[in-house]
């Protein structure tokens, strides 16, 4: 009886099939066991199922296993909870394993997909949730999905939950390098003296393949700008390559390699690994010059060092033991490799400054010694081995001309030099030449580089001599220097020579000096310390030859030799000199005018005395006010390129007070002009009333008014930009988003706050000076002549032209009369003091007779007026004039004494405003009079004129009320 598989037989006559959950094992049925993974949800079968990963074995055998859920995974045929707090999750079914979160990313279920971290917070990786930066630790993050946290660090200040430093820093910035790939590299904002790192590939982010790039800052001008990336550390195309080419050569020298190679198949061998080496460093167009990246530079720069040994290997070999045939061979092998190593440092030397900046010192000391080893295995007979940038040669035994002379008698000459030899493409005429003068050598290996191959040396721009620094700092008033490499450069080693002491004429390149007008141009020769890989002086002395770029260079060392150009700005000083000696006469005056004025209590009742006093002070304090603020205050700007108010308090406070400053001098000076229109113009339409709060009025407008401008302004532009809607509001204060420049307002903030108001107060101070004149040009004409009030015109004219000249010469401080307006304004604005300590002082007799008093001094009579040394008339009619105004009632106008009354005839017209101004009269009860005549000229058409005119003299100036009503109910001339 046949029993099929996966049955049993009951009584050897009944056939059963096991059932599900079971497997047949000879004529039994045993259990499938579920911790072992096994199931068999069908019957009569000879086996058990293996529960695959990803789900999880039923309790009972015979049905099927459970497909593992999201956020979970199969273990030991059990599904388990992924860890969430350690990172990890699932977001598919039927996993036998958990995911792990990436670094920047975080997690919000254990079956969700991650999320970026948002910007303030960052992740390693393997974490549930990402961290927050710790803003008191000056931390923050402006991105999302990001691994670490920037540092805020110069100057700046972290806001808005560590999402921003507002301080000095890089803008973010796209950086195109297509040798790499062809999308662009961006790099975000990154504050000041900080390192950027982004992956070199986003998609698959490795522990070392990150590029760098620096945020550099400029501590003197406080700015920052990005430096060139480093993309050391990220795969080109070429890595591969290089790095199995290296191999090859390793290989090669390894002598148990060399053991089983005959001279035929080592130089085969060289030869194929100098081909391999000019196919990697070549471009598939002819045409185009290869670029590499710095990390294709370092790999080179290792590969040179492999390729001298191997071509030692070449050299040493024992020619006794070889073939003619194989000894041509080898040298030609040989000398392949040479030129490939001349090709590839010329290559490196063609990858351009960007490239070439980022390589470290380390390497570019490689790849020259490597250069210096080519040269010392040149032989004496060897064709040098030119390339684009590069020319190796090794010079035969040299004497000097001046011994071969001395040793045949001959005249000594003057030794013109030995040419060497020059890269292809150089003008052999600018050769460098070497001369030995009285030192011998046994031959020399010379190296010379183009001068555009100059970026495979240390940059003198950074690596300079102390020494040689410092020399050049102390000519250029501690401007900033630049420097550059600015000829040709030969690498000289002398052989078998104990003292070196030769003369290297070099030709410098003086293509480029019409774009250096105006500025200090230096040129020496230098070398590069090989001990401290910087440029340096020492050692060397340079003697133009005066053939133009022509430099003569004694040295007495072995290294490679330059000639060094240092370009500084000639800062011209001038202007700020003279602003600054301007400024301290200025202020200077204007405290003597103060000084000799504001003390004296008599001074005080004098209504245009005081309101000139108080410009005087508006003048100090505003001009004092500007020179704090340029010396102690720049704007500085956060990397959005915004002058925010954080970093710019002490600038903002500033400029505001400063404004207010100057719209208080305009509102003085308004304030007089204003107070002069009274005493002239309006005083007939106010009947000669005076308001006893008056000054304290002006104080009130022009100490408080003009602070409300500046204030408003400011507000108002925090406002309009505090507005979700108001992205493009301009900032309060200007910064052409660099960092340094003055403190000022910006457009249009200034025009509403300042120049505006500025400008109005010019313009209705020459609108009343116009009317003020036209009026004075009548009374002269009418023959009234003096008016008593010259002094004061003339003070009040004073204020104009010295306070409102410069604003106006201010215009012209644009191109292309920007020089001539800026000094135009700066002696104007100097000069402000002197002239109203002139005009205030020494030419007011009673101010400068004060002064002069305590010290038993009197006015100069030069000085005085002519009213005062005019004699004893015009004492006597002043004197007589201040008797009459003294009076209970009304005057009644009789006049006895005939000689007093000739005298007052003829300086009457303003004796009561000169009477006022006398004598400190305050009470309206007393009445002041004017006594006026009438001359007959015989003209009745005239007579109307001077009576038209004689009443409005007569009403013309402040008195007491009686008077102008007594005055009013005489329209005709009063006659004696």
């Known amino acids: 009886m046949t029993v099929p598989e996966g049955s049993i037989t009951l009584d050897h006559i009944n056939i059963e099939a096991c059932p599900a959950g079971k497997k047949q094992n000879l004529n039994s049925c045993l259990n499938c066991i579920p911790s072992k993974g096994e199931f068999q949800n069908d019957p009569g079968q000879t086996y058990c199922k293996t529960v695959e990963p990803g789900f999880k074995a039923d309790t009972d055998p015979a049905l099927e296993p459970e497909a593992c859920t999201k956020g979970k995974y199969s273990k030991n045929y059990e599904c388990l909870d992924c860890d969430l707090d350690a990172g990890e999750y699932q977001d598919q079914t039927q996993r036998s394993f958990c995911k792990i979160v990436n670094p920047g990313m975080e997690l919000s279920a254990v079956d969700a997909v991650p999320t970026k971290c948002k910007a303030g917070t960052y992740s390693k990786g393997s974490a549930r949730n990402c961290s927050p930066c710790d803003a008191y630790q000056k931390e923050y993050q402006n991105e999302e999905g990001s691994t670490f946290c920037k540092v805020c660090s110069y100057k700046g200040k972290v806001t808005e939950g560590a999402t921003k430093c507002e301080g000095i820093g890089c803008k973010f910035d796209s950086y195109s ?426 001074y005080r009742k004098k209504r245009l005395v005081v309101l000139q006093t108080q410009l005087v002070l508006a003048l100090i304090l505003a001009n004092v006010g500007f020179k704090v603020l340029g010396e102690t205050t720049k704007v500085r700007i956060d990397q959005s390129g915004d002058p925010t108010f954080d970093l710019n308090v002490s600038c903002i406070i500033g400029v505001m007070c400063v404004q207010y400053l100057f719209l208080v001098v305009m509102a003085w000076m308004t304030c007089c002009a204003y107070t002069l229109h009274g005493k002239i113009i309006e005083a007939i339409k106010t009947f000669g009333k005076t308001d006893r709060f008056y000054i304290h009025k002006c104080m009130i407008v022009c100490w408080f008014v003009p602070a409300l401008l500046p204030t408003s302004t400011y507000l108002t532009q925090r406002l309009m930009s505090s507005q979700d809607s108001a992205q493009n509001t301009p900032p309060y204060i200007a910064s052409s988003e660099t960092n340094g420049t003055d403190c000022w307002v910006a457009a249009p903030w200034k025009w509403v706050s300042f120049m505006i108001p500025m400008y109005l107060c010019l313009i209705l101070n020459c609108v009343v000076f116009i009317m003020i004149v036209r009026v004075l040009i009548r009374a002269a004409k009418s023959g009234s002549g003096s008016t008593g009030l010259g002094k004061q015109v003339k003070g009040a004219v004073t204020i104009a032209v010295t306070v409102g000249v410069p604003w106006i010469v201010g215009i012209m401080t644009f191109e292309p009369m920007a020089l001539i307006g800026q000094w135009l304004f700066i002696v104007l604005t100097g000069l402000q003091g002197p002239v109203m300590f002139l005009t205030f002082v020494l030419l007011q007799e009673e101010v400068l007779g004060t002064l002069l008093s305590p010290f038993g001094l009197q006015v100069p009579s030069i000085l005085k007026s002519s009213k005062t040394s005019g004699g004893r008339k015009s004492t006597t009619a002043v004197s007589f004039a201040d008797k009459m105004m003294k009076r209970d009632k009304p005057y009644s106008p009789k006049v006895d004494d005939a000689d007093i009354v000739e005298d007052l005839e003829k300086d009457n017209v303003y004796a009561n405003e000169a009477a006022e101004e006398e004598k400190d009269i305050s009470e309206t009860t007393k009445s002041h009079v004017l006594l006026v005549k009438s001359e007959d000229k015989g003209d009745a058409a005239r007579k109307k004129a001077e009576a038209d005119h004689l009443y409005y003299e007569c009403t013309h100036f402040p008195h007491d009320p009686d008077a102008v009503s007594l005055a009013s109910q005489f329209p005709e001339p009063i006659a004696d």
Request: aromatic share 4%; proline share 4%.
């Open 177 to 602: 390098y297509t040798e790499l790939r062809a999308a662009a590299f961006n790099f975000s904002e990154t504050s000041a003296a900080e390192e950027l790192r982004i992956p070199c590939d986003e998609e698959k982010v490795e522990e070392n393949n990150w590029i760098y790039r620096m945020c550099i800052l400029d501590e003197e001008a406080d700015t920052a700008a990005w430096g060139i990336p480093n993309f050391g550390q990220c795969p080109t195309a070429k890595t591969k390559e290089l790095a199995e080419l290296e191999q090859k050569m390793k290989t090669l020298a390894d002598p148990s390699s060399l053991a089983d190679m005959n001279a035929d198949e080592l130089a085969s061998s060289m030869e194929s690994l100098s081909a391999g080496m000019n196919t990697i460093l070549s471009s598939n167009d002819s045409t185009a010059e290869v670029k590499l990246t710095s990390r294709d530079v370092s790999d080179v720069a290792g590969t040179l060092n492999t390729i001298q040994s191997v071509i030692a290997i070449g050299e040493s070999e024992d020619e006794s033991t070889m073939t003619p045939k194989e000894i041509e061979d080898m040298k030609t092998a040989t000398t392949s490799l040479k030129k490939s190593m001349a090709n590839s440092i010329s290559t490196v030397a063609s990858s351009g400054t960007e490239t070439l900046a980022t390589v470290n010192n380390e390497q570019k000391a490689n790849i020259l010694n490597a250069v210096e080893a080519l040269a010392d295995s040149m032989g004496d007979g060897d064709e040098p081995i030119k390339t684009s940038k590069l020319v190796v040669k090794t010079l035969p035994v040299m004497q000097s001309k001046s011994r071969n002379s001395s040793s045949s008698g001959e005249e000594e000459e003057e030794d013109e030099g030995v040419s060497l030899p020059t890269p292809e493409g150089m003008d052999e005429t600018s050769a460098p030449k070497l001369s030995l003068g009285d030192m011998e050598a046994s031959g020399a290996s010379v190296a010379v580089f183009s001068e555009d191959a100059k970026d495979m040396f240390p940059n003198p721009e950074y690596a300079i001599d102390e020494e040689d620094e410092e020399k050049v700092e102390e000519g250029v008033a501690k401007q900033k220097v630049n420097r550059t490499l600015n000829s040709c450069i030969v690498a000289l080693n002398f052989k078998k020579t104990k003292n070196v002491d030769f003369t290297l004429q070099m030709k410098s390149n003086t293509s480029r000096d019409g774009d250096y007008k105006g500025k200090k141009v230096e040129r020496k020769c230098s070398f590069l310390n090989s001990t401290t890989n910087k440029w340096s002086s020492a050692g060397c002395t340079t003697s133009p030859t005066g053939v133009s770029g022509d430099i003569k260079c004694r040295c007495s060392h072995n290294t490679s030799f330059a000639i060094l150009l240092s370009i500084s700005d000639i800062k011209d000083e001038s202007q700020e000199m003279g602003s600054t000696i301007m400024f301290y006469i200025n202020v200077a005056f204007l405290a003597l005018t103060f000084l000799a004025i504001a003390p004296f209590p008599k």
